[in-house]
Structure formats: C-alpha cells, structure tokens
C-alpha cells in the first residue's frame, strides 16, 4: 500500500476541478480563492544535506539506535546520533518555507510530515499545525514515568553527549521520536481524517510506502486536486483527474508552483529570513558539498559504530560465544537486509515498503483497518477515531 500500481489518467480524460493537469491551472485554482483548505504531506525529500542522507551510513544493525529495548539497555548510540541531528544545525529548505508561506497566507489546514527534524517548526510553521507522525525532537519525556523534561536540560545533555535521566523517576529520557516498539502519537490518528475536509493536497518528497502515512492522500475527496512535488511518481497519484505531477527536485518544484502564483519574491524573502542564525551552513555551503557530505557521514559512520559496538556483538552471536542476544530485538524483527535508518528517514529514493512501521495503538486498529487504498482510488474514511479511541 502507498506504492499501489496504477496508470496515469489518460490525456483525453478532463479534469473535474482544474481547467487543465498542469502548474498554470492549479495556480489559477489557488488565486481564484478555491483552495481555502490546503493539506500539506512530507517526507524526507524536502531536506538537503546530511539530513536527507542519513540513510546511507552503512552501519551494522544500525536500527538498534531507533529499537527502544535496545535504548533502554544502552542509551549512548542514540545519543551520539542525536548529537548530530538535534535541531538548530540545519536550515529549512524553500519548501518548508513554502508551508510557511501557506499559513501566512490563511490557507493551511495541517501539515502531516514523517521528518523528526523540527525543520518545519525553524521555517516558522505553528505547531498546532504540524502533525508529526513518527514523533520528533519538540518534545520529550521519560520513557517510564512520561514526566515532560525541559528542553535546556535535554539541549544540554546532547551538546554533551551525556544521557539525561528524569528528575522524578530517574528512568531514561529521549525526545518523543517513535521508536520501534513503540505507539504512534495519538495527534496522528486525531488528524488522520482531516485530509477529507481539504480542497487541495500537496504532497512533497516522499515516497509513501510507510503506513498509514502512507494512506494520508487516499482521504481526501475525489473532486480534491492533488499535487505531487517528488523525483518519481508515488502512491497512485497522477491517476486521478484532477491529480497536477511536478517531477524533480522539491525546491525546484516549489518555486514553479510559487512562481505561478505570483508569490515567488515573497517565498524567496521569506526563506532568506532563515539564513542570519544558519553561519556554520554557510561555511559548509562554501565548501565542496559533495566531499563535505562524505566527510561528515564518515565521522557519523564512526561515532555511532564506536558506541554501538555491534560488529564484535555479532559476530560472538554467530560463534555462540558468551555475550547473549538482547530481549525481544533481532535483525529480522523490522525485516531489514542492511543496517540502514529508513525506518526513521524515510526518501523519495525509497524502491520497497518497509516490512514493518511503527506500532499502531490497538485501541485505533479498527479505524487504521479502514483506510483502504486501491489501484488509484481514493476511499474517504468515514469513522473519524474519537479520543477514547486513541490510547494517549
């Protein structure tokens, strides 16, 4: 599901809401003041640099770091990682600048995004709305108590790389990112109807093969144009009449899309305001990016290998040597051939569906079981989960 087969609608097929499948007419559609409701859907693909390629460190059994057994028992390699990755580091992208552009304007109903980086939030997309459904570095809490922690302490614990503990239960404490093992946020399955009240969707840099993200376009009405900003065309989209392709990189797509509309200088000023505080990018940005790149994943490679210490783990496992295999956490539990982290950094490079995605609350599995996306058909989900129904 999310990668279902489908054929792009036929040319002779008109649209239902668009005067035409293309950039000229969706803009037209949102200057026209149709599009008073815009849902805006994300993934790694909207992110540069290090960010967007963190699924290439080749690391063994690297998604022990996202594994919360595994976290409960050895903390560190989490932390290295999130040393790297904690907000502040790294500048918005123009697309999620866009986002911002959107609210600005009065149009944006949600942002569904699966990034963990709080780049939205920098863009200065409000956080009432944003939904962020793998979790993400804005909050976090104790693993065993949930006692909210602050986040200069926890700030201050990973510029160190230290493990901080929680004031009231001494439990360990790690931002509210959505490990495996664990619940989705109940946000998510509140929002997830809400794609059906939109009256324009625009998904960007994503692959759509984790669910039930994955689902999120499905929802929203057939008469509801749908634009795909991505490198390759993902979960159907382009079979439905009124469905506008913008093929390639997302900040290029973007500014097409701005640029139709009239509003190019304004998202070009708007993203230049998240420049000042970004120095350390600039003198990366001055730099051979490519070897810059390489250079950073190498030391990152290092850092968090060093703290798993899992190539010696494994192979005294294959020898049957004393160190035992940790509870419940083996290397076909996510169904992963590689070490890799696109459990967590999902692309728009992304081939196959991962075999597993996080856990679904039992309480909101009947609601989850009635997203259906078929080959090209958009089902409206009609059961919208009350809290009761999401476990908190």
């Given at each position: 599901m999310g990668?279902?087969?489908?054929?792009?609608?036929?040319?002779?097929?008109?649209?239902s809401?668009?005067?035409?499948?293309?950039?000229?007419?969706?803009?037209?559609y949102?200057k026209?003041?149709?599009?008073?409701?815009v849902?805006?859907?994300?993934?790694?693909g909207?992110?540069?640099?290090?960010y967007?390629?963190?699924?290439?460190?080749?690391?063994?059994?690297a998604?022990?770091v996202?594994e919360?057994?595994?976290f409960?028992?050895?903390?560190?390699?989490?932390?290295?990682?999130?040393?790297?990755?904690?907000?502040?580091?790294?500048?918005?992208?123009?697309a999620?600048?866009?986002?911002r552009?959107?609210?600005?304007?009065?149009?944006?109903?949600k942002?569904f995004t699966?990034?963990?980086?709080?780049?939205?939030?920098e863009?200065?997309?409000?956080?009432?709305?944003?939904?962020?459904?793998?979790?993400?570095?804005?909050?976090?809490?104790?693993?065993?108590?949930?006692?909210?922690?602050p986040?200069?302490?926890?700030?201050?614990?990973?510029?160190?790389?230290?493990?901080?503990?929680?004031?009231?239960?001494k439990?360990?404490?790690k931002?509210?990112i959505v490990?495996f093992?664990?619940?989705?946020p109940?946000?998510?399955?509140?929002n997830?109807?809400?794609?059906?009240e939109?009256?324009?969707c625009?998904?960007?840099?994503?692959?759509?093969?984790?669910?039930?993200?994955?689902?999120?376009?499905?929802?929203?009405?057939?008469?509801?144009?749908?634009v795909?900003?991505?490198?390759?065309?993902?979960?159907?989209?382009?079979?439905?009449?009124?469905?506008?392709?913008?093929?390639?990189?997302?900040?290029?797509?973007?500014r097409?899309?701005?640029?139709?509309c009239?509003?190019?200088?304004?998202?070009e000023?708007?993203?230049?305001?998240?420049?000042?505080?970004q120095?350390?990018?600039?003198?990366?940005?001055?730099?051979?990016?490519d070897?810059?790149?390489e250079?950073?994943?190498?030391?990152?490679?290092?850092?968090v290998?060093?703290?798993?210490?899992?190539?010696?783990?494994?192979?005294?496992?294959?020898?049957?040597?004393k160190?035992?295999?940790p509870?419940q956490?083996?290397?076909?539990?996510?169904?992963?051939?590689n070490?890799?982290?696109?459990?967590?950094?999902?692309?728009?490079?992304?081939?196959?569906?991962?075999?597993?995605?996080?856990?679904i609350?039992?309480?909101?599995?009947?609601?989850?079981?009635?997203?259906?996306?078929?080959?090209?058909?958009?089902?409206?989900?009609?059961?919208?989960?009350?809290?009761?129904?999401?476990?908190?």
């Open positions: 990668q279902e087969e489908s054929s792009p609608i036929n040319d002779s097929v008109p649209p809401s668009l005067a035409g499948r293309t950039v000229e007419a969706l803009a037209e949102i026209s003041g149709k599009a008073e409701k849902v805006v859907m994300t993934g790694a909207i992110k540069t640099g290090l967007a390629n963190l699924a290439r460190l080749n690391l063994p059994y998604e022990a996202f919360i057994n595994y409960r028992q050895n903390p560190e390699p989490f932390y290295t990682l999130a040393h790297e990755l904690y907000p502040g580091k790294y500048r918005p992208t123009i999620h600048s866009f986002i552009l959107l609210d600005d304007k009065g149009l944006l109903l942002h699966q990034n963990i980086d709080c780049l939205d939030r863009a200065g997309v409000p956080g009432d709305k944003i939904v962020e459904a793998h979790g993400s570095f804005a909050r976090q809490s104790c693993i065993d108590c949930s006692m909210p922690y986040e200069v302490d926890i700030k201050r614990h990973i510029d160190a790389k230290t493990i901080p503990k929680c004031e009231h239960c439990g360990l404490v931002p509210e490990f093992g664990e619940q989705l109940a946000d998510f399955f509140r997830r109807s809400l794609p059906s939109a009256d324009l625009i998904v960007m840099g994503t692959s759509l093969t984790v669910q039930p993200f994955a689902s999120l376009p499905s929802m929203v009405k057939e008469s509801t144009p749908r795909l900003i991505n490198k390759e065309r993902v979960g159907g989209i382009g079979s439905g009449a009124d469905d506008v392709l913008l093929l390639g990189d997302c900040d290029d797509g973007v097409k899309l701005a640029k139709a009239g509003w190019l200088d304004e998202l000023a708007l993203w230049a305001r998240t420049a000042p505080a120095a350390a990018q600039s003198h990366t940005e001055a730099k051979d990016k070897q810059v790149l250079d950073e994943i190498d030391k990152l490679t290092k850092d290998d060093k703290t798993l210490d899992l190539s010696r783990w494994l192979d005294q496992r294959v020898r049957n040597e160190r035992a295999t509870p956490f083996s290397k076909s539990q996510h169904g992963f051939e070490g890799n982290l696109n459990h967590v950094f999902v692309s728009e490079n992304q081939k196959s569906a991962l075999s597993e995605t996080p856990v609350p039992k309480e909101s599995s009947k609601a989850s079981d009635e997203v259906k996306v078929g080959s090209g058909q958009r089902e409206e989900e009609n059961d919208k989960p009350s809290t009761k129904d999401v476990k908190e």
